[in-house]
């Protein structure tokens, strides 16, 4: 069966991360019409859902200080509360159309640039945008903590919200679903087996790593059931997609990802070097905070 994720070698589809993280407002209306605007053919967004059970567009599980500003336009002076324990309504009175300027997440984007005024999209106000463009690639990252279940709804329902989200929308664009927490995953497996799935990992040392036997990230599988191949376990899975931190991936691990029939889509690749890097090792898709360099490295397509 043919995998609509991949791509020819040395021409990997681009994907805007959080629509534009380093030139417009992660995650919002204004970062996504930017990327139709240049031509971007992907776009990753990531999707949680409110007390009121509403699947909205942003990453963190707390309403994040570096982002958002309250009614009056004050900064936050910690994170929160936990999207999971505000009503859609509530969550959309914050302002996220700049980076705080005395925090150090606002210092590692200095170009991007502020449009005051925008609010967290719904999931559904994404999909009406989208659907626009029959040629839009998407990746709806389900943000769910496997560490910490206090943060989020549980998965299953997780998964439900978005995939009735999209049957409301009749999304037919490419369309995957991706989460670092596998137990989603498994959930859009049971639910609707048609939907590609794309399974993140992360690999390097220390916390933050996801993949390892014993992770809760993994939904119980085990790198030992597959002779320690982490592509041979995902393909296992059904899956279309294998989305590995880029640093993780090696020409060895990706050949045997598309020999296996896997799209490999790497994250997050903002350097000009990278880019270049994982365009020549063949990746199918390349998830970037700055999606017009990766443009023009590539060049226009060939006729």
């Not at 496997?146 to 329902?157: F, T």
């Not at 999606?291 to 060939?302: N, S, V, Y």
Request: proline share 8%; aromatic share 8%; with cysteine.
């Amino acid at each position: 069966m043919s995998n609509t994720f991949r791509r020819p070698e040395g021409r990997p589809l681009v994907y805007g991360h959080r629509g534009a993280r380093g030139v417009l407002p992660e995650n919002t209306q204004e970062g996504f019409s930017y990327l139709r605007a240049i031509g971007v053919a992907g776009v990753e967004i990531d999707v949680q859902n409110t007390a009121d059970g509403v699947p909205v567009v942003i990453h963190d599980p707390l309403i994040p200080m570096q982002l958002a500003r309250d009614e009056a336009g004050n900064w936050l002076d910690a994170p929160g509360p936990k999207i999971i324990e505000m009503s859609a309504e509530e969550l959309r009175r914050y302002d996220v159309g700049r980076l705080r300027p005395d925090h150090a997440y606002g210092t590692r984007y200095p170009d991007q640039r502020a449009r005051d005024g925008a609010r967290v999209p719904l999931l559904s106000e994404f999909l009406e945008w989208a659907v626009k463009d029959p040629a839009l690639y998407i990746n709806i990252e389900i943000k769910s903590f496997a560490h910490r279940d206090d943060l989020g709804d549980p998965p299953r329902i997780l998964a439900k919200t978005v995939l009735d989200a999209l049957a409301h929308q009749r999304i037919q664009q490419p369309c995957v679903i991706s989460s670092f927490d596998w137990r989603v995953l498994g959930a859009v497996r049971a639910f609707a087996p048609e939907v590609a799935r794309g399974y993140l990992s992360y690999e390097q040392p220390g916390e933050e790593c996801t993949i390892f036997d014993g992770s809760p990230w993994m939904d119980g599988l085990r790198l030992s059931d597959h002779s320690g191949s982490l592509p041979r376990l995902i393909a296992a899975q059904g899956a279309q997609c294998w989305c590995p931190y880029f640093r993780d991936l090696t020409p060895e691990r990706l050949a045997q990802a598309h020999d296996l029939g896997l799209a490999v889509n790497v994250w997050t690749v903002n350097e000009v070097a990278d880019m270049i890097a994982m365009t020549e090792m063949g990746v199918d898709g390349v998830i970037t905070d700055y999606p017009e360099r990766m443009l023009q490295l590539l060049g226009p397509e060939p006729a």
